[in-house]
Every structure is written in structure tokens, then in C-alpha cells.
């Protein structure tokens, strides 16, 4: 049974600061990961899809990796902003067709 | 292109009473699935139709249906609510196949007193 796990839960810095938010998982047979931010009491905004194929993705000020056969992702996020602060969810989907989700990672930037 | 729309985007029910939650797929996109997500948790995955099908379901009962229409629009009927149905329910839509972006709309935020 696939499981995600995203570390930390929480996570405060200082505006300016590079960052990097972590997802593993334990089932190496996926089809893709994807990195989603959701602001409170909203929905989900896709920032990056990462076919099992690929090592990362790129978009803007963010740099997503995978590695499959370890099980981990990273999502490096350059430069935050006040305007990062949210909670970023990451997930993966297998041949069940489902999205598998960790429970995510509060970031708060401060000014 | 549209995005994925929602509706309504908040509801208050009794327990025991029924809800339907819409959504609206992104233009293009033939798949849609629906997900139940509860405070300070990652969502969990209900089920998804591919095609007006249901090709996939996660560990809900059967109060929890669905449809997809022939527009590729859905719907997520809840029988006999319980007070654990509260919870932020998001639908998402995506073109065919296992490797595609899926796209989430706004949610609705159920709660069931």
C-alpha cells in the first residue's frame, strides 16, 4: 500500500531565504508526482508535474526532483516571498488511477 | 480555457439528510475525480470517471455515488449524511490517461451538524 510522507509538517523562515520541502514515498511503481500548494480553506493549485520518467521540473522560482528508486521528491523553492506562504501537498499517482497524497507542509514566510 | 468550477462552495446539513456537489471539468479534459479532504489532512480519493464510467473507487461506502455527464461534468451524492462527511470536498479533471496534469477547483466546504 503507497504511502507519502511529507517533512517537515511545519516550517517558518525569513523572507529571501531558499528552501526545500521534502515528500517520499514507499511504492517505487508510480506514474507521476505531483506538487500542489493550497492556500487555507482552498483548493489546490497545480505547480509541478514530474512524469516517472524525468528528474525534475522546472517553473520560475521553483525546482521540483524526483528520484523513483529512492522513493523521494524535493521541491526547492528560490528566493520565498510573503506571497509563498501556504501549505504545499505533494502526490503520486499510481496504477489504481488514484492520487495519493501526504499531508502536507505549512509554510510561512515571514517578512 | 476554463478551469475546474465547484458548486456551491459552502453547504450546511443535517445528519441523515442527502447532498449533491457539482463540478464543472476544464474545457477538454474527459476524466474527473472527486476527493474528500478533512482539516489538516491531505485529501483522500473517493472515486473517478473516465468517460461517464466510474473506473475507479477508494475506501468509501456506498452512500458516497457519483455521476459524469455526457459535457464531462459531475456530480457527488451523499446519502444519509454523518457528521464525519464534514470536510472540504475537491473535484479535479484531467485529459485520458494515467500521465496527465490534474487540475482541482475551489471545493466545497461540507458541514453536516
Known amino acids: 500500500k503507497q504511502e507519502v510522507t511529507q517533512i517537515p509538517a511545519a516550517l517558518s523562515v525569513p523572507e529571501g531565504e531558499n528552501l526545500v520541502l521534502n515528500c517520499s514515498f514507499t511504492d517505487s511503481a508510480i506514474y507521476n508526482l505531483q506538487w500542489f500548494r493550497q492556500d487555507p480553506g482552498k483548493g489546490l493549485t497545480s505547480l509541478l508535474l514530474i512524469q516517472s520518467s524525468q528528474r525534475e521540473q522546472t517553473s520560475g522560482r521553483l525546482n521540483a526532483s524526483l528520484d523513483k528508486s529512492s522513493g523521494r521528491s524535493t521541491l526547492y523553492i528560490a528566493a520565498s516571498q510573503p506571497g509563498d506562504s501556504a501549505t504545499y501537498l505533494c502526490a503520486v499517482r499510481g496504477s489504481n488511477y488514484q492520487l495519493i497524497w501526504g499531508a502536507g507542509t505549512k509554510l510561512i514566510i515571514k517578512p | 480555457e476554463t478551469g475546474v468550477t465547484q458548486s456551491p462552495t459552502h453547504l450546511i446539513k443535517t445528519r441523515g439528510q442527502q447532498v449533491t456537489l457539482r463540478c464543472s471539468s476544464q474545457s477538454g479534459h474527459n476524466t474527473v475525480s472527486w476527493y474528500q479532504q478533512a482539516l489538516g489532512q491531505g485529501p483522500q480519493f473517493i472515486f473517478q470517471y473516465y468517460r461517464e464510467e466510474e473506473n475507479g473507487r477508494g475506501n468509501f461506502p456506498p452512500r458516497f455515488s457519483g455521476l459524469q455527464f455526457p459535457n464531462y461534468s459531475s456530480e457527488l451524492n451523499v446519502n444519509a449524511l454523518e457528521l464525519d462527511d464534514s470536510a472540504l470536498y475537491l473535484c479535479?479533471?484531467?485529459?485520458?490517461?494515467?500521465?496527465?496534469?490534474?487540475?482541482f477547483g475551489q471545493g466545497t466546504r461540507l458541514t453536516v451538524v
Open positions: 479535479a479533471s484531467s485529459r485520458d490517461g494515467m500521465n496527465t496534469e490534474a487540475f
